[in-house]
């Protein structure tokens, strides 16, 4: 069984920052991607940011980069997401998952933006 825990989110000014980790935990495969999907008041889940644990190739929504830098620790079961010029428009639940084949997630983190 595999468990993914988020913490980090919060309330910030627009034009703030906010970091948030994700720590997964239990058995998988060595070759794996993590990364964070957020969904906003009335919007579908979108994918923000990814990584891959093979040779950290990261992939962002276009509406983050620049803004958003996604990473992974030392203990490679750990990704942290950086987010700096925060918008009203990035308030959302952010969701850690790992896809290792299977998808697991987290319970989500709540990032409000206010203006």
């Known amino acids: 069984q595999v468990q993914v825990v988020e913490s980090g989110g919060g309330l910030v000014q627009a034009g703030g920052s906010l970091r948030l980790s994700c720590v997964a935990s239990?058995?998988?495969?060595?070759?794996?991607?993590m990364g964070w999907y957020r969904q906003g008041p009335g919007n579908q889940r979108e994918l923000v940011a990814s990584?891959?644990?093979?040779?950290?190739?990261?992939n962002y929504a276009d509406s983050v980069k620049g803004r958003f830098t996604i990473s992974r620790g030392d203990a490679k079961n750990t990704v942290y997401l950086q987010m700096n010029s925060l918008k009203p428009e990035d308030t959302a639940v952010y969701y850690c998952?790992?896809?290792?084949?299977?998808?697991?997630w987290g319970q989500g983190t709540q990032v409000t933006v206010s203006s």
């Open positions: 998952y790992i896809h290792t084949p299977a998808r697991y």
């Open positions: 990584i891959t644990s093979a040779a950290d190739i990261t």
């Open positions: 239990g058995s998988f495969f060595r070759n794996y991607v």
